[in-house]
């Protein structure tokens, strides 16, 4: 058997899979040609109701099987996510159980919103140059636990930040931030919100914290507020250019919506008696979501818990001040979810059928929607749970939390580029990276590959960074090597990993496994102290993306 172009006993292996996919090109064009003459006989289909009835049937098990294969296919990833007026307090000694970082199943996303961070002048200013300290407790919470500060964003007191699961970072994409005033007519941004977007395994998801105005009487104007920001913030970017224009929104923060006509004495009773559907009815939010289109499209799970608004410090006790302020539920969390185009046109048809149903009509349960398969873009989001957190007491609100299950299928499953450390790694010599595009982006001359301990905080975390072509070395069809030198390795060595950043799509698109870096040799001979070395086990170096 002769080879083929050079290539020894590639022919029986090439005819094999030319074979395989012959036949699925054939099998999956001979579905589409019984499909459209599937169509031509149902303008042709008899009016006999038995034979409807049993295409029908047909058609349902059919798209049953459709949607069974894509339910296999579908993951589930958990979010939890934090809003918390945290009333300009310094952060408490620990953050766990608001956070649930012992819960059975592991969170993959964490979304954290907080309004009212101190933001005096040289506060602010600190905090501009450096971390503040609500990230820095965060991070030194969640970092040893494997989750990667992605972003954050930050408008005077309000401050969004986004942590994810190391495993997931290569799949997060398109990832912007965005903020927009609301306070003293637009020009100050103690009022308004601020938002993160991102592609999570293709799916648009973004996250809107605000700070509305406040008081009993500003109903409407917290209505009109969130209605500009939803209309007008935007993201820098052709694609989902709106807040509404993701799949998935969640909508958080001290919303300051209260409770309406209730005396006092009667809503402490309703509470103390944990009767809190008593107050539902007079909730501002909830009458505002019966008045207005837009704020019925998101949805919130019961409020069971204690309005969480407003206590005096460091205490369970509503508030006991000469203004005596009624408790409200001003810390919320919603969530908007797009409909397919399939799946709206079967809520309208569903609603039709319903309608007709009302008129005598019967209607077989469960029918409306089986004839529309889910497409593979579709999302399911399920609360799990939606609670207050009694014992944070620093504050005059107490924190929410809100726990989600996103069912849906990874539109992508490979990493943009993958990266591995070459050979054995010490500062004892120079060390090589080789990574390979396994998918198209667009690159640049500012793309960076950084070295990082496990367990590192942000992208901004690195030890070191090498440019992707300054120090290229070799390059062919498959990979590409890149030079660092032994100056920049750490001398005590450790565990690390490599990740490439990418400055067209701002984030990172490939990350190692974990390696490890020998101790050096000469260090060791000589017997440096670690506070001599070279100091690269710190974070010291300015690079990309640091301001210091």
Known sequence: MEDVEGLPGSRPRSDSMASTASHSTSGRLLL?????????????????????????????????????????????FRLHMVTWNVGTAAPPATV?????????????????????????????INDMTFEDPWSNLLMDTLSPLGYVKLISIRMQGLLLIVFAKQVHIPFIRDIQASYL?????????????????????????CFLNCHLTAHMGNANQRVDEIEHILDTQEFNTSHCPKILDHKVVFWFGDLNFRIADHGMHFMREAINNKRFHLLWEKDQLIMAKKKEAFLREFEEGPLKFKPTYKFDLHSETYDTSGKKRKPAWTDRILWRLKMDTQTAAGE?????????????????????????????????????????????????????????????KKL???????????????????????????????????DWIGLYKSGFRSYTNYITYVWVKDDEVSVNDE???????????????????????????????????????QESKAAIEEGM????????????ILGPNQDF
Request: charged share 25%; net charge negative; hydrophobic share 35%.
């Open 479 to 517: 990979e590409v090597q890149v030079f660092l030198n032994m100056d920049e390795i750490p001398v005590l060595g450790g565990e690390f990993v490599l990740c490439y950043y990418s400055s067209n799509l701002q984030c990172i698109i490939g990350v190692s496994p974990p390696f490890q870096i």
């Open 96 to 124: 766990s159980s608001l956070l649930e970082i012992d819960r059975e199943k592991p969170i993959d996303l964490y979304v954290i919103g907080l309004q009212e961070v101190n933001s005096k002048i040289l506060n602010f």
């Open 529 to 540: 102290a670690s506070e001599n070395l070279n100091g690269l086990d710190n974070t010291t």
């Open 412 to 446: 992508y499953n490979i990493p943009l580029v993958r990266l591995k450390a070459e050979g054995e790694w010490s500062a004892d010599q120079d060390a090589l990276i080789t990574y390979s595009i396994l998918d198209t982006f667009v690159s640049s001359t500012w």
């Open 181 to 205: 005033r609301t306070g003293i007519y637009g020009y100050w941004g103690n009022k308004g919100g601020v938002s993160v977007r991102m592609s999570f395994y293709g799916h648009m998801i």
């Open 32 to 76: 589409r040609q019984r499909v459209v003459q599937l169509l031509t006989c149902v303008e042709d289909l008899s009016s006999d109701e038995e034979i409807q009835e049993e295409v029908s049937r047909t058609l349902n098990e059919a798209f049953l099987v459709c949607g069974k294969r894509s339910a296999r296919d579908a993951e589930c």
């Open 348 to 408: 309208a048809e569903t609603e039709k059928e319903e309608g007709a149903q009302g008129e005598g009509e019967e209607l077989e349960e469960d029918e409306e929607r089986t004839l529309v398969p889910e497409p593979e873009s579709s999302v399911k989001l399920r609360l799990e749970s939606y609670t207050t957190h009694m014992s944070y007491g620093i504050s005059d609100h107490k924190p929410v939390t809100g726990s989600f299950s996103l069912e849906m």
